[in-house]
């Protein structure tokens, strides 16, 4: 695949992340969904937020497949790309029980691509501690604003 046509995939995903649903969905995931067991997944799974979840798992692990399978080159993805380490992350810590809920094939795309990413694991790994930082600052903001408002 030409390069032009590998940045016309890239851009066309880039659309789909700025849809507005899916826009609160990355916000959601992002910066409130913090399970710590499979069970936390499952509960978020039959939530008011299942859509939110579903769609950044799938989105993400769709182009992960994208570029498994050869339509986007992994130097291209990564480089124009880094959530994707942020949503496994979130997840890696407790994929397999994950996956012993809902099958093995949760996540298996982005897996693959994780692993093929030259230090894709230990990026992995910092980028959950980044956002447990991130989460950590977040906390205290809103109990700041919740203790000014009594």
Do not use: C
Not at 117 to 137: C, F, L
């Amino acid at each position: 695949m030409s390069k032009q046509a590998e940045a016309e995939l890239i851009l066309k995903l880039y659309d789909l992340r700025r849809e507005p649903t899916m826009r609160q969905a990355r916000d959601w995931f992002a910066m409130e969904f913090y399970p710590e067991t499979a069970a936390d997944l499952k509960n978020a799974m039959f939530s008011e937020h299942s859509g939110h979840l579903r769609m950044v798992v799938s989105y993400w692990d769709m182009a992960a497949a994208l570029v498994n399978n050869g339509a986007i080159s992994p130097e291209m993805f990564n480089d124009t790309n880094g959530e994707q380490f942020m949503v496994f992350s979130r997840i890696e810590p407790i994929l397999a029980d994950v996956r012993a809920m809902f099958g093995p094939q949760f996540m298996a795309n982005m897996e693959k691509l994780i692993d093929a990413t030259p230090n894709g694991r230990e990026r992995s790994a910092m980028v959950r501690e980044r956002m447990k930082g991130i989460r950590a600052e977040l906390m205290a903001k809103h109990q700041e604003k919740a203790a000014g408002q009594r």
